[in-house]
């Protein structure tokens, strides 16, 4: 554990639309003294307002959940609360779900095969500000990147702005909330995304939101 989170309580909000599962974590995480569920939800709606009421650290958030998956909680929970952390703890391991997921802002995605010690480990590092994957999803992009970008990448030069950008696009960030965060024009941003896509062989957002995944700042549980 790290020193700037040894003393920490680590609130957490948890939604998953099966009892067992959240009586299941409930379990896992209560045996940790540095994290404390604040409450829970069976669905995306309560969810919302859940987070809206406590403003926890973290969102701990199932994807099929009823009156509103999943995605769309964490969308709204990134709009009305943008200081919240929101980790996907999900069955789903196809590539579709993790790029919906971090589109709209997740900051990480675990299966729910994870050990309880993976689990505690993902939520202390998302705190560090890493984003976290289960060892089998960072496999899988590993596995697609290596289908999508040549041998040459390792020879290819990219700028800082490019850097920045392929970092705030693997955050799930638009390209008008990257050219605010950044203090330059869409078309600007668009130009850089355009231009890493061009040098690495790319061929679409969803090769380029892999790549950055696996060769920026992620980290793997």
């Not at 948890?14 to 003294?33: F, Q, S, T, W």
């Amino acid at each position: 554990m790290d020193d700037i989170l040894s003393e920490k309580i680590i609130r957490v909000v948890v939604a998953d639309d099966h009892e067992i599962v959240r009586a299941g974590l409930r379990r896992l995480l209560l045996v940790n003294k540095n994290i404390k569920i604040l409450g829970e939800s069976a669905n995306g709606e309560d969810l919302v307002s859940l987070v809206n009421y406590y403003k926890p650290d973290i969102a701990l958030v199932d994807i099929a959940m009823p009156k509103l998956d999943g995605i769309e909680a964490t969308k709204i929970i990134k709009q009305d609360c943008p200081d919240v952390l929101v980790v996907m703890l999900t069955a789903f391991e196809d590539y579709s779900h993790i790029e919906t997921a971090l589109s709209v802002g997740a900051d990480g995605y675990l299966t729910k095969n994870i050990t309880a010690k993976e689990l505690v480990e993902a939520l202390y590092n998302v705190m560090l500000g890493n984003r976290v994957f289960s060892k089998s999803i960072i496999k899988l992009l590993d596995n697609m990147q290596t289908s999508d970008i040549e041998d040459e990448e390792e020879q290819v030069t990219i700028s800082k702005r490019e850097q920045e950008v392929l970092n705030l696009v693997a955050q799930g960030n638009t390209s008008n909330e990257i050219a605010k965060k950044l203090n330059i024009s869409v078309r600007t941003v668009q130009t850089h995304r355009a231009n890493v896509m061009q040098k690495l062989n790319i061929k679409n957002t969803a090769g380029l939101i892999r790549y950055a995944i696996n060769y920026l700042d992620s980290e793997p549980i």
